[in-house]
Every structure is written in C-alpha cells, then in structure tokens.
C-alpha cells in the first residue's frame, strides 16, 4: 500500500513538471487549469501518503488517539492553497476571454497532455489492482481524483486542438473557467470535510446503522445505548454503551465485550472501540437511549 502511495506522488510530481512545462510554452488557459488541477492531485497524494505512514504508525503516549488529524490539518492548508489558485485561474480566464490572446505551439501542448493522459492511466491502472488487494479506503480515494483529471486533460486536448485546426480561440478561456469552477467546487468540499473531522462530527447514519447492527446481532446484548461516534485520517473511534442482563458475572459480561468489540473491529479494521457496560434494572429510566439513536 505505501508503495502505491509512493507511485502516485511521483506521477504526479512527473505531471506538474510536464503541464508547467507545457503552460509555459503554450501560455494556454485550459492547460494551465489542468496544471492547478494536477497541483491539487499532487498535494491530496501527498496527504494520502501521510495519511498511510500514520496509520501503520501506533499512537505512543502524547497522543494516544492516534496522529490521524494531521491529514485533515493538511488538507485544510491545501484547500486554502487550491481555492486561491483557482480565484487567480479565473481571473486569468476572464482575462484572456475578453483579450481573444492566441494559444502558441498548440500541438505541443497537444502532446504534453496526451502523455499526461498515458501515464495517468497506468497510475490508475496499478492503483486498481492495489484497492481489489488491500480494500484501502485512502487509495482509493486518490484514485477517484486522477479519474476526474482524465477528463479535465481531455478538455484540454479540445481547447488545443480547437485553437490548432480550427483557429477557435474562444475555446480555451471558456474551459479555463469551467475548470477554475470544478477546481473551486473541490477546495470548498476538501474544506468542509477537514473541518469535520477536526470538530469530531459524527459519522453518517448509514455508518451508525451498521455498528448499531452489528451490536444488537449479539444474542446476550439488550440493547446499545449513547452511540458516539467520530474519525481521525483513516481510523474511526467508537464510545457506546451496553445494556445487558443484571445477573450476568462480571467475567461473563467482559467477554460478551470483547465479542461485539472484535465483531465492530473485524468491519471496521482500524477502529477502537470503548464499552461501557450497563445492567438492565426494571423501571430504571436513567439509562434510556438518547432520541438520537
């Protein structure tokens, strides 16, 4: 898995230099939208390669929990980063559509991304054959990213191609603004998802859902009570509350835990799981479930 992380920041390292290169030559507008877009792909690989040196990290005694929110205080500066770059392209955009500027050597540029297009679909190649073996959440991720810049360099490949055999020079600015957009749609959504995990907000319901039946599948559990849950970079933290029969011993009741906490584990294999364990006493309505649950 580390290797695959590896592979994907040098591709796209190799990308930046080849689009730069690219920009500088052509001084088109889609390209240079497609080089911020690989600036983002390069930094969330970069993440994901942190994220995955941390997660096989053990948490030591600072930090018990883990080190998983440095991923989310990274990608809050590379959302800041991002969400200016993309400001900064559509203002270019703007510019250059007003201005009619012509895109030079245009089948140069022509060439820089169809070998970016190649070498982005053998990354994604291998990171396919990484996510079948290891089910790796974060690789996958990073995966979804360089899909979405195949068709932001084939929309480049148009805009050159236009400007090269059609003389369409209206083509590039107006790519360079829809992908300014996209760029800045994705700063705003890589924003709000840092945020959530540093506020340790809950998982969606359908996660909830699913630890809730996993609990209650135990036959000696009566039921799971003020369900907490949160996550830190690739780990999920659980905290909950067992309702169980009073005349169980301690020893009985300590291993029914250890069942539903290696049954939560074996779904969620990079999680902790903290049991409170709660008799069941008629008539008591101290220990009802929260109407949240």
Sequence with gaps: MRVATYASVAVATLL?????????????????ASLIDSLLDGLASFINMIAVYQALKPADAKHRFGHGKIEALAALGQSLFIGGSAIWLLYEAR???????????????????????????????????????????????????????????LAAIIALGSSQFFHIEELDPIFGLLIGCYILLTAWRITTQAFNILLDQELDDEHRKKILTIIKSHPEVIDVMDLRTRSSGIQQFFQLHLLMRPDLTLHKA????????????????????????????PGDTKHEPPIYL
Excluded at 131 to 137: E, Q
Excluded at 256 to 280: F, N
Aim: glycine share 4%; net charge negative.
């Design 16 to 32: 930046i230099c080849l689009k730069f290169f690219g920009w500088w030559v052509t001084h088109s507008i889609s390209l240079q």
């Design 95 to 153: 510019e250059r559509y007003a201005m009619h500027q012509p895109i030079e050597f245009a089948g140069f540029g022509i060439v820089i991304m169809g070998a970016a297009i190649f070498i982005t679909l053998l990354l994604i190649t291998y990171q396919f054959y990484v996510v079948k073996k290891t089910h790796s959440t974060a690789i996958a991720a990073d995966m979804l990213h360089y899909k979405s810049d195949l068709l932001i360099n």
């Design 254 to 281: 300590d291993e029914i835990a250890d069942d539903v906490e290696e049954e939560i584990i074996k779904a969620y294999p990079r999680s902790q799981v903290m049991i409170r364990l709660v008799p069941e006493i």
